[in-house]
């Protein structure tokens, strides 16, 4: 079992390629989804979709208590974005005038979540015939990123299939030797500053709601945070004006602020509505007329969570990094993980291995060297919780 993963090295790659090549931006996640069902199918599983598109693939005669492998199917890319992927000693069109580097594979999405999705669909080919393949209950989710919020995975664990998960493992994150067993909360929102608008020389003193986003983006930016709790903000789009010589209309931001505390991220929250308040008083304040309201729409809310350290999925996952010579690191992340945690089930983020970076931007690469050893990690983890969980089950009879 342990050695399919280095037998089938260059298959695993090409299927990761084929998987990135299939544009799935949040929301438009149906063809990649089609292609991970089927594959999910060749295998003797039972798959299908949920009613807002995760594809759920289960053996035969599954456990009611399944673990669940999981990772998303959405990027953050937009329908636009050129996915080809770039290989070793080809052209780069990711970067202007370079070529790709000897073992490196460039293209957006390439490891988030393409290498992901591989890595379940070749685990879950290895498991094929094992004790654990009944045990195991394998998902790719709609909407993890950006403004997905989630959503293939809170209705998952709205679902009674999913709050009765034993444990739920997400692959999604790049770091070989890191657990992810804390959550990071999230608030998202736009911000919508609005005037009557008007033309910049005749109706020059009217409220402008670029002053009014600025001023608040500014008091925003001199927020100092704790290092720890880690919690962090950024003003990510900014947009809205019809011309230049024009009093904008709208002029709206997008916010997302996050912690690995709930705590923190709630002060931070009321911090933010202070200060989208202080923006508009304050343009308010240098101008006369022509001020709307500005409109405040949440478009994000993660859960923070922790499964914890000394939680038996958290021990397996050091363990089984250990057996491949890592030395296990529990972060913080946002992943699928949350809504996992805050329906109540154990969860983690575990690496898809190889080497790889710039993930979110369309300089995203992946190096596949050693990512056999990270799907060995993900296998042994799946082991260690099915046969302790048995020994409980067996036990408690
Ligand atoms: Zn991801």
């Known amino acids: 079992m342990f050695d399919q993963f280095d037998a089938d090295a260059d298959a695993i790659l090409e299927e990761q390629i084929a998987i990135c090549e299939i544009p799935a931006p949040t929301g438009q996640e149906a063809t990649r989804a089609t292609y991970v069902a089927n594959a999910l199918t060749a295998l003797g599983l039972r798959v299908h979709r949920d ?28 329908p636009e974005q050129c996915v080809t992927v770039a290989r070793p000693g080809q052209h780069n069109p990711y970067r202007e005038g370079e070529t790709v580097p000897a073992g490196e594979y460039h293209a957006p999405g390439i490891s988030d979540a393409a290498a992901g999705l591989a890595a379940v669909l070749a685990i879950a080919r290895a498991l094929q015939g094992s004790p654990v393949s009944s045990q195991a209950l ?60 008007g033309h910049s020389w005749g109706h020059f003193g009217r409220y402008n709601p670029a002053f ?32 230049v010589n024009a009093i904008p209309e709208l002029a709206e931001m997008d ?13 931070l929250d009321q911090e933010l509505q202070q200060i989208i308040r202080y923006g508009h008083q304050r343009e308010q304040g240098r101008r006369s007329g022509g001020a709307q309201e500005p409109i405040v729409s949440k478009i994000g809310d993660r859960p923070a969570g922790v ?8 021990q397996a996952a050091k363990r089984a990094l250990e057996a491949e010579q890592l030395r296990p690191r529990l972060i913080a992340a ?10 109540g089930v154990p969860a983690v983020a575990m690496s898809w291995g190889g080497r790889s970076d710039n993930q979110h931007s369309v300089r995203e690469w992946f190096d596949p060297t050693d990512r056999s050893r990270s799907l060995r990690v993900i296998t042994r ?17």
């Not at 594809?55 to 673990?67: L, M, N, Q």
């Not at 790719?140 to 919020?149: F, H, K, L, M, Q």
């Not at 499964?307 to 958290?314: F, I, K, R």
């Open 51 to 78: 009613q807002v598109g995760n594809v759920i693939a289960r053996h035969e005669y599954a456990s009611d208590h399944p673990i669940v492998l999981s990772t998303h199917l959405d990027t953050v890319f937009g």
């Open 138 to 197: 394998y998902v790719a989710t709609v909407g993890e990123e950006g403004r997905g919020d989630l959503r293939g995975a809170r209705h998952f664990f709205d679902s009674e299939l999913g709050r009765s998960a034993r444990a739920f493992i997400t692959i999604d994150h790049s770091d070989p030797a890191a657990i992810v067993n804390s959550g990071i909360g999230s608030r998202r929102y736009n911000v919508q500053y609005r005037s009557r608008g």
């Open 212 to 243: 009014a986003l600025a001023a608040a983006a500014d008091r925003l930016a001199d927020i100092r945070l704790p290092r720890s709790p880690r919690t962090t903000y950024n003003v990510g789009v900014v947009q809205g004006g019809e011309t």
């Open 255 to 267: 916010i997302d602020l996050r912690s690995e505390s709930a705590g923190q991220l709630e002060r």
């Open 307 to 314: 499964t914890p350290a000394e939680s038996d999925l958290v």
């Open 334 to 343: 946002s992943t699928d993980a949350n809504a996992a945690i805050a329906a």
């Open 381 to 397: 983890l799946l082991l260690d919780v099915t046969q302790r969980t048995a020994a409980q089950h067996s036990s408690l009879d």
